[in-house]
């Protein structure tokens, strides 16, 4: 099995910042790749950043600029430094782990609250 811890979400007013750590553990021989989604109130759980095994990154177009992912590989941990939060950031975030033929593991989820 796979475990993913999440630490780091907090209220922050706007225009602040939150570092999000997700660290992973278990079986992860086949991992592929990890990233952050979020889900806010009442709206679909939508991706937010992801970065290969290869470093390879990717955003959602409306953080881009603002957040940084990025994997400390030999701790299996996964970082997303958001900087410059607004108000429609406000949302729990969850850590996710792709293992190439065992799909997708989940964290907890950690909230994060933006005030204007």
């Known amino acids: 099995q796979v475990q993913l811890v999440e630490s780091g979400g907090g209220l922050v007013q706007a225009g602040g910042s939150l570092r999000l750590s997700c660290a992973a553990s278990g079986r992860l021989f086949s991992l592929s790749a990890m990233g952050w989604y979020r889900q806010a109130p009442g709206k679909q759980r939508e991706m937010v950043a992801g970065?290969?095994?290869?470093?390879?990154?990717n955003y959602a177009d409306s953080v881009k600029g603002r957040f940084t992912i990025s994997r400390d590989s030999a701790k299996n941990t996964v970082y997303l430094q958001m900087n410059s939060l607004k108000p429609e950031d406000t949302a729990v975030y969850y850590c996710n782990v792709h293992l190439v033929y065992r799909g997708d593991y989940w964290g907890q989820g950690t909230q994060v609250t933006v005030s204007s």
């Open positions: 970065i290969t095994t290869g470093g390879s990154t």
